[in-house]
């Protein structure tokens, strides 16, 4: 068994990487999201603080299954999602099911970044592993809760009003950046005679 387990989203990446990682290596794809909120209410908990109730994503946990055998093996794991906020969220969410699955037991699981898909690339990027940035995590699950309390309410409005498939799940950070923006300017704001 290979004593280093990498983590990816895709299988096509999967076997690229394995090419240029070795023997040493076992890398396996998680085929995207791993988790999702629950599809009923209280899938964000408004009065607890927002906490988010997750579930596995049924046709990722045979995936996931696969990535916790391995990991019992590894001796090191590394999470290796995409580079972006939705990546950390699943190098987070892979972390929080494999401690639920008991398949860590004390081993280092740490996150690697890598921005092409070339031999020096990766090799640099697995030499250098850091920890799961939990401000991304906390950006995306912000967005995603968002999404839930206000798009998926506003989409049947949309569809009512204007036509059938509009959604309004989506805001992105552009809009939410303007919004803030807008509020700080009128908290500043010191009114004159």
Known sequence: MAKNLLIVESPAKAKTLKKYLGKDFEVLASYGHVRD????????????????????????SKHMDAIAKAAVDADNILLAPDPDREGEAIAWHISELLKAKRALKGKKMQRVVFYEITQTAVQEAVAHPREIAMPLVNAQQARRALDYLVGFNLSPLLWRKSRPGLSAGRVQSPALRLIVARDLEMEKFGSQE
Do not use: S
């Not at 909120?37 to 990722?60: C, F, H, Q, S």
């Open 37 to 60: 909120l629950v599809p009923k209410n209280g899938a964000v908990d408004t009065d607890n603080n927002y906490a988010m109730n997750y579930e596995t994503i049924a046709r990722n």
